[in-house]
């Protein structure tokens, strides 16, 4: 996967036209937030307080878009729609964004990479550089005021961890999504609660208060109703699961 040197995340506003606006996308399982400011915005990665200083025209949020859970056509429908209404929302347009980055989740290999590229190419001026990354990128040049060296784990609706060192090596652990590895994640906490109280009932484990908690939570008044509610609730089934997870924190 195309990854980007130390010193270029800071140079991508200064590649743009003074005039206009740029987009920056944060894409996840559970929800995609996009901003927009302007291209000509000076931005300093040498103090602390850079994040709160931006100056954001707008933001604008929406559902799911990694195509790995919902699909191909509602991730790129939810990415269309989040930039809009972001420029909407800061009275702009298409023809005046100088250039876009879009973290998202999901994105694995190159191809993952040219597929998003694809899809939002045709929305904008070909003049428009738009970078395409791992949400965990974002996550981690956020955290360093844009300089990729370091580790970074995110441990949302799903779970991945990144390095990078300064010399441009990168590595990454998890993040192959609910079947292959969430481990840690909302949804693999989520799964292993469900299924106690799922062996807890049978009587291949151990009796748990998560029971009650759970059944309660979920408006439930028996275990056997928790795999209609679980499966028949979404047509993905980690989104079900982080869907429970952040119902219980709010219940707990």
């Given at each position: 996967m195309?990854g980007y040197?130390?010193?270029?995340?800071?140079?991508?506003?200064?590649?743009?036209?003074?005039?206009?606006?740029?987009l920056?996308?944060?894409?996840?399982?559970t929800?995609t937030?996009?901003?927009c400011m302007?291209?000509s915005a000076s931005?300093s990665?040498?103090?602390g307080?850079?994040?709160?200083?931006?100056?954001?025209l707008?933001?604008?949020s929406?559902?799911?878009?990694n195509f790995?859970?919902?699909?191909?056509?509602?991730?790129?429908?939810?990415?269309?729609?989040?930039?809009?209404?972001?420029?909407s929302?800061?009275?702009?347009?298409?023809?005046?964004?100088?250039?876009?980055c879009?973290?998202?989740?999901?994105?694995?290999?190159?191809?993952?990479?040219?597929?998003i590229?694809?899809?939002v190419?045709?929305l904008?001026?070909?003049?428009v550089?738009?970078?395409?990354?791992?949400?965990?990128?974002?996550?981690?040049a956020?955290?360093?005021?844009?300089?990729?060296?370091?580790?970074?784990?995110?441990?949302?609706?799903?779970?991945?961890?990144?390095?990078?060192?300064?010399d441009g090596?990168?590595?990454?652990a998890?993040?192959?999504?609910?079947?292959?590895?969430?481990?840690?994640?909302?949804?693999?906490i989520?799964?292993?609660?469900l299924?106690?109280?799922?062996?807890?009932?049978?009587?291949?484990?151990?009796?748990?208060r998560?029971?009650?908690?759970?059944?309660?939570?979920?408006?439930l008044?028996?275990?056997?109703?928790v795999?209609?509610?679980?499966?028949?609730?979404?047509?993905?089934?980690?989104s079900?699961?982080?869907?429970f997870?952040?119902?219980?924190?709010?219940?707990?």
């Amino acid at each position: 996967m195309k990854g980007y040197t130390n010193g270029e995340i800071q140079n991508f506003e200064d590649e743009t036209s003074p005039a206009g606006v740029i987009l920056g996308l944060d894409g996840g399982t559970t929800s995609t937030v996009c901003i927009c400011m302007p291209a000509s915005a000076s931005i300093s990665f040498g103090g602390g307080e850079a994040a709160e200083s931006l100056p954001i025209l707008s933001r604008a949020s929406a559902g799911c878009s990694n195509f790995n859970s919902v699909g191909e056509a509602a991730a790129k429908e939810t990415l269309e729609k989040v930039m809009v209404e972001a420029l909407s929302m800061a009275h702009s347009n298409c023809s005046a964004v100088r250039a876009i980055c879009l973290a998202v989740s999901g994105v694995n290999h190159p191809s993952d990479q040219q597929k998003i590229l694809e899809w939002v190419r045709d929305l904008f001026p070909c003049s428009v550089k738009i970078i395409v990354e791992n949400d965990a990128v974002a996550a981690m040049a956020s955290g360093t005021l844009g300089k990729l060296h370091g580790c970074v784990l995110i441990a949302g609706t799903g779970c991945i961890a990144y390095g990078f060192c300064e010399d441009g090596r990168q590595a990454r652990a998890a993040g192959a999504g609910p079947i292959l590895g969430d481990w840690g994640s909302g949804y693999g906490i989520a799964a292993q609660a469900l299924t106690a109280i799922i062996r807890a009932h049978d009587g291949r484990g151990p009796q748990t208060r998560l029971m009650n908690n759970i059944l309660n939570v979920l408006g439930l008044s028996s275990p056997d109703e928790v795999i209609g509610s679980i499966l028949g609730s979404h047509s993905c089934t980690c989104s079900s699961s982080g869907c429970f997870s952040r119902r219980w924190r709010r219940g707990c």
